[in-house]
Structures are given as structure tokens and as C-alpha cells.
């Protein structure tokens, strides 16, 4: 061996000694023992080498929290200003967005922190194959004890996703109808006519029937009695709804022309009229009490009998 070689092995031999073999060795510990030709300043760099690689890891997590937080939000915003398709009004659509911008960076979040704990770890040394096996095997036994809960999320994240309502509409889950107060992915909550509160179960809820979601229609079915002149009944009807439709306090509120659509069925009262009201989302009660109290008034002048 030449003397070259042997100073470059040697030199070798020392980095060895202070770094360790030559396919393990940090990259700090290495840098820092060819700039400095110092052994302790080596191995100090080779014991600092697993804490700053994993403050980096860290940082670097917490970066890319950041970014990708910022960039649904950037992308919920420029969604939210997009020229609208579709009938779901400003308010609503925001309040959508935001809602599913929200559990999309939650789950980004909860993603990046399982991913930097496991790197964490296999720079401590831990061996993490039988981690993610345990982990597996976790997974599948929350999934089958607690079912019901995966349901609820899962439920209320369609729920979310396709607009089904959202607080402040009025629905029917089967059972229970009233004012949706407060929504979560696990739970709906409700308030009744009575003032009851309800909390439901996103995943118990077998179906929504949303009575407030762009439009709503008031329906009127009046029975009279069996010699009623049913022609002059529909047309004071008629006159009745037109009436309120071209009013000022109610113009805004109904937003199509009344239809009566005739007689519905027979009850032993006597036939039933039925007239609609197509209003805005909130109002047909609102609109159907008013037009109770005034068709009663036009039928007692008109001398035609309602029956109960």
C-alpha cells in the first residue's frame, strides 16, 4: 500500500472511530469530522445528529400542517366567491364549504401526526413493524366496539357533503320534526314545536325530510259542507289566495301564483278543497294561517259552512 493510501485509510479508520461504519454514518457527524478533523467534536455531532434530525421532522410537519391548512382554506374561499350553480343560497353554501374545509383539514392534521409519530419513533430506534401491526389490529377492534360511532361520522359527513340541511332548517327524521339547532358529524340537534330538545344519532337518522331547503309550499285543505256550490267555493278560494299574493306584505313571501287545485278527497264532513302556496323557505305556516283566517271570513259572507 502506497503512503497516500495508507494516510487515506487511516484517515478512514479515525472517522470510523468517531462516526461509526462507513454505511452509518450521520451526515452531521461525518461534515462536522471533515471540516474539523476533531474526533470529540464528531462524536458531539453524532449524539446530536437523532435530536435535531427529529426537531427537523417536527418542523417539517408543522410546515406542512400549515401549508395544507392554508390551501384548503385559499381553495374553500375561491370556491365560496365562484359564481353560483345551483339553487342553495350564499349563506348556505358558505356554511357548507367551510363545514367540509373543516373536517378536511382535521383529517389532513390527524394524517400528518400519525406519519411524524412513526418517523419519530423509528429515529428513536423502536422497531415500528409491530406498531403499524398493532395499530391494524386496534383498528379493527374499535371498528367492530364501536360500530355505531363510525356509523354516526360516516352519516354525518354525507350528510355534510350533500347539503342534506343544515341549522336553522326545519326537518323530519322519522319521528321527531323540529328546528335544527346544532349539527356535528356524530349528532343533530333538534327542537321541537313544544320546545323539546332533541339529540339524534346522525347514524339513526333512516331518512331526512327537509321542510325549509330552497322553497316551501303551504297546503290548505278545507272541507265544506256536501250542498256547498263547489264552483263558487273554488273561485272565492281563488280570490282569496290571489288576493295575498298581490299584497304587499306577502309579495316577497310568495313566490309563484296560488293554485287551487280543486276538490282532494271526501271525509264525512263533506268534500275538501285544496289550494297551494309555493312561499319562501320558513313561511308556509306563516302564510297558511293568514289565508285560513281570511277564507274563513270570505266563506261566512259567502254563507258556505266549513266543517271540521
Known amino acids: ?113 400519525v406519519i411524524t409519530v412513526f418517523v419519530v419513533l423509528g429515529e428513536l430506534g423502536v422497531d415500528v413493524g409491530p406498531l403499524l401491526a398493532g395499530a391494524g389490529v386496534l383498528g379493527v377492534a374499535l371498528g367492530f366496539g364501536a360500530q355505531s360511532i363510525v356509523r354516526d361520522f360516516l352519516s354525518g359527513l354525507f350528510m355534510v357533503s350533500e347539503d342534506q340541511f343544515g341549522v336553522g332548517d326545519v326537518i323530519d327524521v322519522g319521528g321527531v320534526t323540529g328546528t335544527v339547532e346544532g349539527f356535528t358529524l356524530r349528532v343533530t340537534r333538534l327542537r321541537d314545536v313544544a320546545g323539546n330538545v332533541w339529540h339524534v344519532p346522525n347514524g339513526s337518522i333512516p331518512r331526512v325530510g327537509n321542510q325549509s331547503q330552497q322553497w316551501a309550499r303551504a297546503v290548505l285543505d278545507i272541507a265544506v259542507a256536501y250542498d256547498t256550490d263547489i264552483p263558487k267555493a273554488l273561485e272565492l278560494m281563488k280570490t282569496v289566495a290571489d288576493s295575498m299574493w298581490h299584497h304587499d306584505e306577502w309579495s316577497d313571501v310568495i313566490l309563484a301564483e296560488p293554485e287551487v287545485w280543486g276538490v282532494e278527497a271526501f271525509v264525512p264532513e263533506g268534500p275538501v278543497i285544496r289550494t297551494v302556496v309555493k312561499t319562501k323557505p320558513h313561511e308556509q305556516w306563516n302564510v297558511a294561517r293568514e289565508m285560513r283566517a281570511r277564507v274563513l271570513e270570505v266563506f261566512d259572507e259567502a254563507g258556505i259552512q266549513i266543517r271540521r
Not at 461509526?20 to 474526533?39: H, M
Not at 400549515?66 to 366567491?81: E, P, Q, Y
Open 1 to 113: 500500500m502506497t503512503v497516500p493510501g495508507a494516510l487515506l485509510a487511516q484517515a478512514e479508520a479515525e472517522k470510523a472511530a468517531a462516526c461509526g461504519p462507513t454505511g452509518r454514518q450521520s451526515w452531521l457527524c461525518s461534515t462536522v469530522y471533515e471540516i474539523t478533523g476533531s474526533r470529540d467534536a464528531a462524536e458531539l455531532a453524532d449524539t446530536l445528529a437523532s435530536p435535531i434530525r427529529i426537531a427537523f421532522v417536527i418542523l417539517l410537519a408543522l410546515i406542512a400542517n400549515w401549508l395544507l391548512r392554508r390551501l384548503i382554506k385559499r381553495v374553500a374561499r375561491r370556491v365560496i366567491v365562484a359564481p353560483q350553480i345551483g339553487p342553495l343560497s350564499g349563506v348556505r353554501r358558505m356554511e357548507r364549504i367551510e363545514t367540509m374545509s373543516h373536517v378536511v383539514g382535521s383529517i389532513t392534521t390527524v394524517v400528518i401526526f
